[in-house]
């Protein structure tokens, strides 16, 4: 089975700098999906970023930009130029490719503060 | 705008209620939904796989009398929670995603319930 790991319960960042949340994952897969959600006081689950394991390139959203690093199993979001409406519980997600399972498998998540 | 629709948005009852949530897919056909229960402060975890058309697969330590899925339709997957007690009480949201693997999952807004 998959597993996703965020190691930074609580991170925060000053309005308008840059932050870095890290995870990790531990599969036997080789190809397969990494997300990246952003879930505000809302609950609303929103989808920031997602990366296809075969893709080498990195994939950026405007200020969102991911540094994939398949042989390490690390998959970290950096946030740039940091807004207030950043602030939320940032998760990453593992959806592997395999069989018709199409299930997420949840970090623990990160909440991101951001300083005014 | 939402892709996935989730009813209701909250829900407070008594203790030995039973409770319906739906999750419909507005303008596409799933043959595949979830279900998630999240805690305060928690991840999101995966409770069951609603297939269209068949029974719902469950994930260890769920009940699956306490927590029955219907997938009657390619747009709509209910879970009922079958005389729900406090300990019940928690966050569920669904997911869908439109079909192929390449597509990222749409979340309801999510359900919250509570049990008095």
């Known amino acids: 089975a998959q597993t996703v790991t965020q190691s930074q319960p609580e991170m925060s960042v000053q309005e308008a700098e840059t932050v870095t949340l890290s995870c990790t994952y531990d599969?036997?897969?080789?190809?397969?999906?990494l997300f990246w959600y952003k879930q505000p006081p809302s609950r609303q689950m929103i989808l920031v970023i997602r990366?296809?394991?075969?893709?080498?390139q990195n994939a950026t959203e405007n200020r969102f930009s991911v540094n994939f690093q398949k042989a390490a199993k690390s998959f970290s979001l950096k946030i740039s130029d940091s807004q207030l409406g950043d602030a939320a519980m940032y998760f990453c997600?593992?959806?592997?490719?395999?069989?018709?399972?199409?299930?997420?498998?949840f970090g623990s998540g990160t909440q991101l503060t951001v300083l005014p | 705008g939402a892709v996935v629709s989730q009813h209701p948005s909250r829900v407070i009852c008594k203790s030995g209620t039973s409770v319906k949530i739906e999750c419909r897919s507005l303008?596409?056909?799933?043959?595949?939904m979830f279900w998630y229960r999240q805690f305060p402060k928690q991840s999101l975890m995966l409770m069951a796989t609603?297939?269209?058309?068949?029974?719902?697969?469950?994930e260890q330590g769920v009940e699956k009398d306490k927590f029955l899925i219907n997938h009657a339709s390619l747009t709509l997957s209910t879970l009922t929670v079958t005389s729900a007690h406090p300990e019940d009480s928690s966050f569920y949201i669904c997911?869908?995603?439109?079909?192929?693997?390449?597509?990222?999952?749409?979340f309801g807004d999510g359900t919250r319930l509570s049990i008095l």
């Open positions: 599969t036997s897969e080789s190809d397969y999906y």
């Open positions: 303008d596409f056909q799933a043959t595949t």
């Open positions: 990366q296809e394991a075969y893709k080498q």
């Open positions: 997600a593992y959806r592997s490719l395999s069989g018709s399972a199409r299930q997420l498998t």
């Open positions: 609603s297939n269209e058309g068949s029974k719902a697969t469950y």
């Open positions: 997911s869908a995603s439109r079909g192929t693997f390449n597509q990222p999952q749409h």
